[in-house]
Every structure is written in structure tokens, then in C-alpha cells.
């Protein structure tokens, strides 16, 4: 397979504060047909791994369309948020937000998880740090980026240590977000919406110390469904239950469990995607593995949406449609050390309709550099038992030691794809580098230069 390299093509900001060591040196864009763009942390950021967490979200801002990126270096840490789309132009220059909340510095757990929202309460383009200590979020939106709103959840529960957001505006809310400690650490899923958060009926089968909540995702199944997965990663089984939950007229919650899947593997259900991988109208969802607390592997499970079980219980498993491993590519090396799986992040990256896969695996060796880190992009396609054989793979082309690429991933919504499809960017921290990299094209399928005249998505020189 080949591997699309990309090198550093860095925007003009903030340059200044970069950390010595920190700067990719290579800054030749020849051997790049991905135009990437790195964003380097705002100036004076204090903390270093920026990009722990990433996350893309869009909605409208004065009547106009408009993408955004949020990062942050995790736990305690400010985020920023970068404009990718301010309407059809790719704008990524300096961000356009930062902090955490008003207080400085930030609350004791703040941004363990960032959550991008199109809309939350009648509010737009907002963004939701979570205070795991606090059992709280805070949101900020555009509309009035001066104002933070402070949700309280459950304290004691970790309410927060995971979230995601819905995609477009839905009935459902804003977002769902996991509370692992609650219940004796069984764990316990919220439904973001106009009142205080509200738990899910997710308990089906969950033990005290599983857990669940430490990964969460969620889909739109229609306009009054969407498709949840929870995963409960510790514990000797790991768990990940999926769940349909439809709105009545009065906004009332009727959550089905669909499906448990189990697994004995080590920080199985610590990464979750759902999207529409086979274009069949059903939503299906992927399992990804995270370092975890046991032997690991490096394999993402796929389930889906045209054989997930009828409502009802655990029982009656939801049988996997395929497994992705990891490709083989130019120069990168994945093994079940390469934590390939660790991070999942759903869009349509080449505008053909179906949903892609976004797969980091932060561990990978890349030209013989341990942890450099790479991203696949797998095509979604109508057979998705064949789902694991299109992808391509995003490694720098001068890797770094620990740069841990693809640590978290996301995608954005980007230009106007020659099929009148919004394309979606993809996007990957490399905290080792203290980056955030958007891969205006990654090189796969339709998402490639010559097929993308006039966009960001540059040629690649001979
Ligand atoms: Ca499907
Ligand atoms: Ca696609």
C-alpha cells in the first residue's frame, strides 16, 4: 500500500512560541501530496503535548457555513479552537478562541474530554470542556464567546471523562457523555439536552468496575433516533453496548439496548465511531482497542447496521460484519505494540457519500522511528467485508521519536467537493510534537489533487 507522506507546511502563527526540539524540521512540501497543515498551540500556551484531544464540529455562524478544530494537551490544560471553514474559504489561521474557562488556571480535571456541538440550547457553534473533578461542563459558543455556561452533572461520578457530540441538530440534544464512576465505577451514559444531563438505561448486564462511559459515540439514525455505544474497557470482560434512543414529541427518551459486544483483550470499547460505513442508510458502528490494562491488539472491530439485533437485551450478539488490521505500508511498521485502534473518528473525507474510517495508531514505527505514530483512512465502501482493503496511510515524512500521531483523531467538514458533497478533513494530534496536523487531502480515493482542482489540496511536485 502506498503511504502519503506529508511534511510540515506550517501556517504563519505563533511561531514564536514554539518550543526548541518541537518544529518538524523538515519543511519541504515536495514529497507531500497530503497538503497538511500544521497548527502549532496559540502563543503562550503553557502546556506542551498539545493535541491529546482533538475534535472537529460545525454549524453556521452569522448565516454563514463554518467548521472548526478544538485541541487541547488534556487533563488541566486550556484549549483553542482553530477556524477550518468561515463559509467556503479554509481559513486555519490564528484561533479564535482559548481557554478553558474563565478562571485561570484551568479547574482541577478540566478538558479531559472537548465536545464540539453545532447547537446547544438555542446557542451555536459551541464548545464543551469537561470538569471531571467538578462533575461539570463548561460551554462556550460563538455566538457570545465571552460567555461560559457551567452544566452540572453528577459529581462523583467522573461525569465527563468521555463525550460526543451529535453532528447536526437533532432532537436528541447537543451530546452524550460517559460518567465512569458512577454506580460502584459500573458506569452510567447522559443525555445532554435542554435539562440537566439525564442517564441513559444503559445498566443491562454491567458489573461494579466496568467502567462504562470511558468511551461513548453517537449516531443519527433519524430525525427522531440516534445510535449510541458505550464501552466498559476494565474489568476481565470488556463490554461495549449499543443502544438506539428515540425522541418523543415531548422530548421524552426511550433508550433499546441493541447489542453487547464483549471482548477479553486489554482497553477493548476505549475507541468508538459510528457512522455509515457501507452507504446502506444504517448506522454501524466501530470498536477500537486502547492501551488498556491488558495484553492488547491491534485490530478495530466492525459491526453492522444491517444485523444489529432487534431491541431487547444483551443477550443475542451483534455478530462483527469485519475486523481491520493494520496495513501494511511504505515505511510503517504496526504490530499489536503500535496501538493501532487507540483513537476512531468518522466523515466522508472524499465527498463520495459514504462514511470513512479514521483509524490512529500512535505507537507505529515509521522509517525506523519508534512511536512516530501514523493515520489510516479507510474507504468506506458498499461491501464492507472488503472495508479493509481501501486505505491509505499518513505518516510524516521526517518522523520524530514519540510523536505519537494519531493519538486523537477527528474530522471537519471542508470544502464543496466536486460531487456537491461536503468533503470532511481529516485531523490527528501528534502530542509528542506538540502539533495538530489537517490533512486537506489524504490521497485516497477521490481525495486526491488531480481530483480536486482549485482546492486546498495541492499537487504533489515531481
Ligand atoms: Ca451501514
Ligand atoms: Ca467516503
Not at 433499546?256 to 459486544?261: A, L, T, Y
Not at 477493548?268 to 457512522?275: K, M, N, P, R, S
Not at 451483534?318 to 469485519?322: F, G, I, K, L
Given at each position: 500500500?502506498?503511504?502519503?507522506?506529508?511534511?510540515?507546511?506550517l501556517?504563519?502563527?505563533a511561531?514564536?512560541?514554539?518550543?526548541?526540539?518541537?518544529?518538524?524540521?523538515?519543511?519541504?512540501?515536495?514529497?507531500?501530496?497530503?497538503s497538511?497543515?500544521?497548527?502549532?498551540?496559540p502563543?503562550?500556551?503553557?502546556?506542551v503535548?498539545?493535541?491529546?484531544n482533538v475534535?472537529?464540529?460545525?454549524?453556521t455562524?452569522?448565516?454563514q457555513?463554518?467548521?472548526?478544530?478544538?485541541?487541547?494537551?488534556?487533563?488541566?490544560?486550556?484549549?483553542a479552537v482553530?477556524?477550518?471553514?468561515?463559509?467556503?474559504?479554509?481559513?486555519?489561521?490564528?484561533?479564535?478562541?482559548?481557554?478553558?474557562?474563565?478562571?485561570?488556571?484551568?479547574?482541577?480535571?478540566?478538558?479531559l474530554?472537548?465536545?464540539?456541538m453545532p447547537?446547544?440550547?438555542g446557542?451555536?457553534?459551541?464548545?464543551?470542556s469537561?470538569?471531571?473533578?467538578?462533575g461539570?461542563?463548561?460551554?462556550?459558543c460563538?455566538?457570545?464567546?465571552t460567555r461560559?455556561?457551567?452544566?452540572?452533572?453528577p459529581?462523583?461520578?467522573?461525569?465527563?471523562s468521555?463525550?460526543?457530540?451529535?453532528?447536526?441538530p437533532?432532537?436528541?440534544g447537543?451530546?452524550?457523555?460517559?460518567?465512569p464512576?458512577?454506580?460502584?465505577a459500573?458506569?452510567?451514559?447522559?443525555?445532554l439536552?435542554?435539562?440537566?444531563?439525564?442517564?441513559?438505561d444503559?445498566?443491562?448486564g454491567?458489573?461494579?468496575?466496568?467502567?462504562?462511559?470511558?468511551a461513548?459515540?453517537?449516531?443519527i439514525?433519524?430525525?427522531?433516533t440516534?445510535?449510541?455505544?458505550?464501552?466498559?474497557?476494565?474489568?476481565?470482560d470488556?463490554?461495549?453496548?449499543a443502544?438506539?434512543?428515540?425522541?418523543?414529541?415531548?422530548?421524552?427518551?426511550?433508550t433499546?439496548?441493541?447489542?453487547?459486544?464483549d471482548?477479553?483483550?486489554?482497553g477493548?470499547?476505549?475507541?468508538?465511531?459510528?457512522?455509515d460505513?457501507?452507504?446502506?442508510?444504517?448506522?454501524d458502528?466501530?470498536?477500537?482497542?486502547?492501551?488498556?490494562?491488558?495484553?492488547?491488539?491491534?485490530?478495530?472491530?466492525?459491526?453492522?447496521?444491517?444485523?444489529?439485533?432487534?431491541?431487547?437485551?444483551?443477550?443475542?450478539a451483534?455478530?462483527?460484519?469485519?475486523r481491520l488490521?493494520?496495513p501494511?505500508?511504505?515505511?510503517?511498521?504496526c504490530?499489536?505494540?503500535?496501538?493501532?485502534?487507540?483513537?476512531?473518528a468518522?466523515?466522508d473525507?472524499?465527498?463520495?457519500g459514504l462514511?470513512?474510517?479514521?483509524?490512529?495508531?500512535?505507537?507505529a514505527?515509521?522509517d525506523?522511528?519508534?512511536?512516530?505514530?501514523?493515520?489510516?483512512?479507510?474507504?468506506g465502501?458498499?461491501?464492507i467485508?472488503?472495508?479493509?482493503?481501501?486505505?491509505?496511510?499518513?505518516?510524516?515524512?521526517s518522523?520524530?521519536?514519540?510523536?505519537?500521531?494519531?493519538?486523537?483523531?477527528?474530522?471537519?467538514?471542508?470544502p464543496?467537493?466536486?460531487?456537491?458533497?461536503?468533503?470532511?478533513?481529516?485531523?490527528?494530534?501528534?502530542?509528542?510534537?506538540?502539533?495538530?496536523?489537517?490533512?486537506?487531502?489524504?490521497?485516497?480515493?477521490?481525495d486526491r489533487?488531480?481530483?480536486?482542482?482549485?482546492?486546498q489540496?495541492?499537487?504533489?511536485?515531481p
Open positions: 500500500m502506498h503511504r502519503t507522506l506529508f511534511a510540515s507546511s501556517v504563519a502563527i511561531l514564536g512560541a514554539v518550543a526548541p526540539g518541537c518544529v518538524p524540521t523538515d519543511f519541504d512540501d515536495r514529497r507531500s501530496e497530503a497538511t497543515r500544521a497548527l502549532p498551540p502563543a503562550n500556551y503553557q502546556n503535548r498539545f493535541g491529546i475534535v472537529g464540529y460545525s454549524g455562524v452569522a448565516g457555513f463554518a467548521s472548526r478544530i478544538a485541541a487541547n494537551a488534556g487533563r488541566d490544560t486550556a484549549f482553530y477556524p477550518l471553514m468561515v463559509g467556503e474559504e479554509v481559513r486555519l489561521d490564528t484561533p479564535t478562541i482559548t481557554g478553558c474557562a474563565l478562571e485561570t488556571p484551568c479547574e482541577p480535571g478540566s478538558g474530554s472537548l465536545v464540539g447547537t446547544f440550547r446557542r451555536s457553534m459551541c464548545i464543551a469537561a470538569s471531571v473533578e467538578g461539570q461542563i463548561k460551554v462556550n460563538e455566538d457570545d464567546a461560559f455556561e457551567t452544566i452540572a452533572g459529581s462523583g461520578e467522573r461525569f465527563g468521555a463525550g460526543a457530540g451529535l453532528r447536526r437533532h432532537a436528541f447537543s451530546a452524550i457523555y460517559g460518567a464512576g458512577a454506580l460502584g459500573a458506569g452510567a451514559v447522559y443525555r439536552a435542554d435539562g440537566p444531563p439525564s442517564p441513559l444503559l445498566s443491562m454491567m458489573g461494579v468496575g466496568r467502567e462504562l462511559g470511558r461513548v459515540a453517537i449516531g439514525v433519524d430525525s427522531s440516534v445510535l449510541v455505544a458505550a464501552g466498559a474497557p476494565r474489568g476481565t470488556r463490554r461495549v453496548i443502544a438506539t434512543v428515540t425522541i418523543d414529541a415531548g422530548g421524552a427518551a426511550t433499546s439496548v441493541r447489542g453487547c459486544m471482548a477479553t483483550t486489554g477493548f470499547g476505549e475507541a468508538l465511531a459510528i457512522g460505513f457501507d452507504g446502506d442508510g444504517t448506522q458502528v466501530a470498536v477500537g482497542s486502547g492501551v488498556g490494562d491488558g495484553a492488547r491488539e491491534s485490530v478495530v472491530r466492525i459491526f453492522a447496521g444491517s444485523s444489529m439485533p432487534a431491541p431487547g437485551s444483551c443477550a443475542g451483534w455478530p462483527e460484519a469485519t488490521t493494520c501494511s505500508a511504505e515505511g510503517v511498521v504490530d499489536d505494540t503500535s496501538d493501532f485502534g487507540a483513537a476512531l468518522v466523515g473525507v472524499d465527498g463520495d462514511d470513512d474510517l479514521v483509524v490512529g495508531a500512535p505507537n514505527r515509521v525506523d522511528v519508534g512511536g512516530a505514530g501514523a493515520v489510516f483512512v479507510f474507504r465502501t458498499s461491501a467485508t472488503t472495508f479493509n482493503t481501501g486505505a491509505v496511510a499518513l505518516a510524516h515524512s518522523p520524530t521519536t514519540n510523536a505519537n500521531l494519531g493519538q486523537a483523531v477527528t474530522t471537519a467538514p471542508g464543496m467537493g466536486t460531487g456537491g458533497r461536503r468533503r470532511d478533513e481529516v485531523v490527528a494530534g501528534a502530542p509528542g510534537v506538540n502539533r495538530v496536523y489537517v490533512f486537506l487531502c489524504t490521497g485516497l480515493g477521490a489533487a488531480s481530483d480536486l482542482p482549485g482546492t489540496c495541492q499537487a504533489m511536485e
